[in-house]
T-cell receptor
């Protein structure tokens, strides 16, 4: 079955620790995105990539980093510089040129210990 | 002013009722709009696109009013399974020929037996 997978479902981070969230898609989509959702809030764009080996900052990129070495994969690292990382992280993908029709993975909940 | 604004609700309606949500947007240049559905602690899923001429999908009807800059979603004959948060989504130009989605905070619907 084609789709987007994210792992882990829940992730716990200690103070000062970097953690990496996985996102994989087998939809043959060129574009991939990372969003953050806080309770009662809309989704906010962290980073996006429209093609392999290229990515752009979104609205709230500070404290995060990404890589896009393969078309299928777009991992997000939450660094220790992100002071309020507790949130629901959602990865999405779309075909190039149809960036407006995005499909989401099941999300990862990050909690700080 | 937020780019996309919604009444957060909650809307509590009895089964079988008709319910309507409105959403306003600030960017008059926006061309495309969508309604996404998000169940509790799950990822958003595309419900329907919104066209100027209005579009209908079963019990769901979406309308776009460009003059007043609002989008509506009408749900007829509400089912218990319609209980969810409905996200109004527009788009904005993010530079370098790229467009990104802009999410409202969502309207929560609870359908009561």
């Amino acid at each position: 079955d084609g789709g987007i997978t994210q792992s882990p479902k829940y992730l716990f981070r200690k103070e000062g620790q970097n953690v990496t969230l996985s996102c994989e898609q087998n939809l043959n989509h060129d574009a991939m995105y990372w969003y953050r959702q806080d309770p009662g809030q809309g989704l906010r764009l962290i980073y996006y990539s429209q093609i392999v080996n290229d990515f752009q900052k979104g609205d709230i990129a500070e404290g995060y980093s990404v890589s896009r070495e393969k078309k299928e994969s777009f991992p997000l690292t939450v660094t220790s510089a992100q002071k309020n990382p507790t949130a629901f992280y959602l990865c999405a993908s779309s075909h190039a040129g149809t960036v407006l029709t995005q499909y989401f993975g099941p999300g990862t909940r990050l909690l700080v210990l | 002013r937020k780019e996309v604004e919604q009444d957060p609700g909650p809307f509590n309606v009895p089964e079988g009722a008709t319910v309507a949500f409105n959403c306003t947007y600030s960017n008059s240049a926006s061309q495309s709009f969508f309604w996404y559905r998000q169940d509790c602690r799950k990822e958003p899923k595309l419900l329907m696109s919104v066209y100027s001429s209005g579009n209908e999908d079963g019990r769901f009807t979406a309308q776009l009013n460009r003059a007043s800059q609002y989008i509506s979603l009408l749900i007829r004959d509400s089912k218990l399974s319609d209980s969810a948060t409905y996200l109004c989504v527009g788009h904005r130009y993010s530079g370098a020929g790229s467009y990104q989605l802009t999410f409202g905070k969502g309207t929560k619907l609870s359908v009561i037996p």
